[in-house]
T-cell receptor
Framework: RKEVEQDPGPFNVPEGATVAFNCTYS??????FFWYRQDCRKEPKLLMS???SGNEDGRFTAQLNRASQYISLLIRDSKLSDSATYLC????????????FGKGTSLLVTP | DTGVSQNPRHKITKRGQNVTFRCDPI?????LYWYRQTLGQGPEFLTY????????KSRLLSDRFSAERPKGSFSTLEIQRTEQGDSAMYLC?????????FGPGTRLTVL
């Protein structure tokens, strides 16, 4: 069983739609949480960190539920440029500084 | 360009050959990571350096793989006696604070 699980999608949504991605992690010794974005054939780039209190950055909202070991990402008013793969990432406190990635969720925003 | 750079960007080799990849980090970042990413998967951690010291290695890093970071600057990843299963994108990342910055990767194809 993979330590960080995501629905691979693809999620096909029209422009302007709201879309939500979920992620679960299995290691309770988890320290930090992130969402990375990866465009086709490009490197992953940090989208946002995820804090216990929840955090928002423009159209993007991330939530963390430590009790359920669950992370979410909400994208409002989706744009064509949001089309990408969204990677859920967990850093464990007992494994140095390595990032543990989910497989990613593919999003395609259509006109 | 002040980001992480990797060379070569693409490498095609025959099974059994040795290959070496190079990563040039962002200059003030002393933590450097290697990851491997195959199609449809998220990046998987291979190894981690703090300055010149290799502090962590994944079980994915078989004895055919070796990584170095002499003088704590650039890093190399060598794969000996390549196998078809080694075909993947090899990503280098450096860290500042909580964020890891990825290079563009080296795409390896083993024929």
């Amino acid at each position: 069983r993979k330590e960080v699980e995501q629905d691979p999608g693809p999620f096909n949504v029209p422009e302007g739609a709201t879309v939500a991605f979920n992620c679960t992690y299995s290691n309770s010794a988890s320290q930090s949480f992130f969402w990375y974005r990866q465009d086709c054939r490009k490197e992953p780039k940090l989208l946002m960190s995820v804090y216990s209190s929840g955090n928002e950055d423009g159209r993007f909202t991330a939530q963390l539920n430590r009790a359920s070991q669950y992370i979410s990402l909400l994208i409002r008013d989706s744009k064509l440029s949001d089309s990408a793969t969204y990677l859920c990432v967990v850093k464990y406190s007992n494994s140095g500084y390595a990032l543990n990635f989910g497989k990613g969720t593919s999003l395609l925003v259509t006109p | 360009d002040t980001g992480v750079s990797q060379n070569p960007r693409h490498k095609i080799t025959k099974r059994g050959q040795n290959v070496t990849f190079r990563c040039d980090p962002i200059s003030e970042h002393n933590r450097l990571y290697w990851y491997r990413q195959t199609l449809g998967q998220g990046p998987e951690f291979l190894t981690y350096f703090q300055n010149e010291a290799q502090l962590e290695k994944s079980r994915l890093l078989s004895d055919r793989f070796s990584a170095e970071r002499p003088k704590g600057s650039f890093s190399t990843l060598e794969i000996q006696r390549t196998e078809q299963g080694d075909s993947a994108m090899y990503l280098c990342a450096t860290q500042l604070g909580d964020e890891q910055f990825f290079g563009p990767g080296t795409r390896l194809t083993v024929l």
